[in-house]
């Protein structure tokens, strides 16, 4: 059995490093073409090289995703080049840490308004041909979220929003799913920070982590990729914690 996204078309939201650009790649790698945005070309550039290796195309655009017309502008321009939209990819994040207006903020602009406006956008185009829209929310969602409060308030949001948008477009071949990761290594990430700057809260982490290590984010790409094929057919409002035992 073969993951086959030949001819898709896949919209992914903060595509250019980490997770995102781990999920592009295993969608291209399966035959998707695929779009990325985020808010610095040069990183960008660098992915959109990366992800030409698999021979399919690939667009990638500069897109600020906390302004609503920006999100509308990158969806858009992306289904005339590519002909349609067939998967989209919510999983771009503001980090909102700090339990103040600008920590609130971040996490509200980013995680969760981003995620609507993209969907909004996305789903006259979806609703042609049906398609898939996976949400990437965080096990700091599913319970208390001490050290960053606004996050895990809001990746909570997305997990009900993931069950409302499932009932909402089943009738019209949509499928909504959401993939809740643990705490993931890539360089230059957050746990890559937390590595060389507090020692004390990685090794607290790691320790509390029953598979003896950090995720990758080509473990997240590869359960994106299988949400996003038929193989997942009949699967829809559902939240997938992807986080080596790390929520339980």
């Known amino acids: 059995m073969r993951i086959d996204l030949t001819g898709k078309r896949a919209l992914i939201a903060g595509g250019s490093r980490g997770i995102g ?7 291209a790698s399966a035959g998707a073409d695929v779009s990325i945005c985020a808010r610095t070309q040069g990183p960008l550039d660098q992915a959109a090289l990366s992800l030409k290796q698999h021979g399919h195309r690939v667009i990638a655009s500069p897109c600020d995703l906390a ?9 858009e321009n992306t289904a005339q080049q590519l002909g349609g939209i067939d998967i989209l ?4 994040s503001g980090f909102g840490r700090t339990d103040d207006e600008a920590g609130w903020a971040a996490s509200v602009q980013i995680d969760l308004m981003a995620l609507v406006r993209a969907c909004h956008a996305s789903i006259p185009y ?4 049906g398609g898939s ?10 319970g208390a979220s001490v050290r ?22 089943a009738s019209k071949n949509i499928r909504v799913n959401c993939i809740a990761p643990g705490s993931i290594f890539f360089e230059g990430g957050t746990w890559d920070k937390a590595k060389r ?6 090794d607290r982490i790691l320790a509390g982590i029953p598979s003896g290590r950090f995720g990758t984010p080509e473990e997240i790409g590869r359960v994106a990729a299988f949400l996003a094929s038929d193989l997942a057919s009949w699967v829809t409002g559902q939240t997938i914690a992807v986080d080596g035992g790390q929520s339980l």
């Open 197 to 202: 700057e507090n020692t004390k809260l990685y």
């Open 67 to 75: 302004d609503a017309s920006a999100i509308k502008l990158w969806v």
């Open 133 to 142: 829209i996976i949400h990437i929310s965080s096990i700091s969602g599913l």
């Open 148 to 169: 960053t409060p606004p996050y895990g308030a809001i990746k909570a949001a997305v997990m009900e929003y993931t069950q409302t948008q499932a009932l909402t477009y």
């Open 126 to 129: 979806l609703e042609k041909n």
């Open 21 to 27: 650009l781990a999920i592009a790649h295993c969608l």
């Open 89 to 92: 990819v919510n999983n771009a």
